[in-house]
């Protein structure tokens, strides 16, 4: 590839690309990855790490990309919904002879890509890489995966909140991810150990296996906010969404992936798949949200800001904003719950566009409502609501 010396020159290095490439589209997402790939299958994709991933961005670093495969002798199928390829020296030193313009910048917010790019060509130089061990994948349609490359891109882009929660197709992942061994962060086959059980076990050489899973730990991949907090590492899958301010506390709490807070939170329970709770709740020890293969029908549940699950309760449905479920009771799509008219009338006022008819109804009847505050009598074991008067505020010092 020619050396680019000037931005306009690259701009228009750009155009050609795109006007010369049959059938050329923009990505969706693409990115380099290095790749773990396996101990007896050596084409086999365990994981894929991203330094730097784009999003329905930097289109002009994704032609690039594609010339340079081009130069490599790969043809990239734009008809494709995803293309994941192997990368070798002559693709990084292509890519740099492109980026030339902009090489002084490499180290900038800008151009994530070149200092992907250089420092990648530096560690190939120096020490050479396996064939396949780096790659770089294109995602041009939001459709099911097909590769542990893909999958990997789109869990960075749920971890790194550069899409929204429940906001990409994550279908197929769990037929592509393999299911491994994960020792001190990376990845080993099952049937690897199976086979060479006996000569590692007596040479004391059998790894220390920290738990076997088809995703990784959220920390094994993704660097928190600076006010963000996470005193166990199990207590969080890769592909989970954490604000800033959030605290996820040791014990019962759990955060799996696609799910996860929009602001300050203190987790203390259990946030399933497709959960999301809002900016200034508390999940307290030991309750749970349901997810959507755990009793809500499918329905993903959203907890809206300052809402407090108390230790040990259970919610089944959407919650709006200022709720509390108090410790120890289940509220579920189905769960009958006594509203008094008393309290009905002041719900109704701070839920306008709602409208509530009777005295007994069933949890799914009240999704949404903001200003809930669900108890249950200790002498009757019946279920209420009632307009909730007691503010949930946490901890400042905390979150902060």
């Keep these: 590839m020619q050396i680019i010396q000037t931005t306009d020159a690259f701009k228009a290095f750009i155009e050609n690309i795109k006007s010369t490439t049959m059938g050329y589209r923009d990505p969706l997402a693409f ?3 290095r790749v773990d790939l396996g101990q007896l299958n050596v084409e086999k994709s365990l994981q894929a790490t991203y330094p730097f991933i784009n999003w329905n961005e930097n289109f002009g670093s994704a032609a690039i990309f594609i010339k340079a495969l081009a130069e490599q002798g790969i043809n990239i199928d734009f008809t494709q ?25 490499a180290h900038g917010d800008a151009h994530k890509n070149i200092q992907v790019v250089s420092t990648l060509y530096t560690q190939m130089i120096s020490s050479g890489s396996l064939e396949g061990e780096f790659k770089v994948t294109f995602i041009f349609d939001d459709a099911p995966l097909k590769s542990v490359e893909a999958s990997y891109l789109k869990l960075y882009a749920l971890s790194q909140a550069k899409v929204q929660l429940r906001g990409i197709n994550l279908n197929g ?3 592509v991810l393999p299911n491994v061994a994960w020792s001190n962060g990376s990845p080993i086959e099952l049937e690897y150990l199976r086979e060479f059980e006996i000569e590692l076990k007596l040479a004391n050489e059998y790894p220390h296996i920290d738990f076997v899973d088809k995703f990784p730990r959220f920390l094994q991949h993704i660097i928190p906010h600076d006010n963000t907090r996470i005193l166990d590492t199990s207590k969080v899958r890769f592909g989970a969404q954490l604000a800033a301010g959030t605290t ?10 696609n799910a996860g807070t929009t602001g300050p939170v203190m987790v203390e329970g259990r946030i399933s798949s497709s959960a999301i709770v809002g900016a200034g709740s508390d999940i307290g020890g030991g309750a749970s949200i349901l997810g959507v293969l755990s009793g809500t029908d499918g329905n993903p549940i959203s907890i809206g800001k300052n809402t407090l699950l108390g230790a040990n309760a259970t919610c089944g449905i959407p919650l709006g904003d200022g709720c509390i479920i108090d410790a120890g009771i289940a509220i579920l799509a189905g769960t009958k719950i006594k509203i008094y008219p008393k309290e009905l009338a002041k719900i109704q006022e701070a839920n306008r566009d ?29 279920v209420t609501a009632s307009r909730s008067t007691r503010e949930v505020v946490l901890n400042a010092d905390l979150h902060s």
């Design 248 to 257: 996820v506390m040791p014990g019962a709490s759990y955060v799996n992936f």
């Design 81 to 105: 919904s995803e293309v994941v390829c192997n990368i070798n020296l002559r693709f990084l030193k292509n890519c740099l002879a492109a980026f030339t313009p902009y090489s002084d910048e």
């Design 173 to 175: 992942a769990f037929g």
């Design 354 to 382: 709602c409208v509530l008819k009777g005295e007994v109804f069933k949890g799914k009847d009240l999704a949404g409502f903001h200003g809930l505050h669900f108890r249950q009598s200790s002498q009757t074991g019946e």
């Design 31 to 33: 990115g380099i990855c």
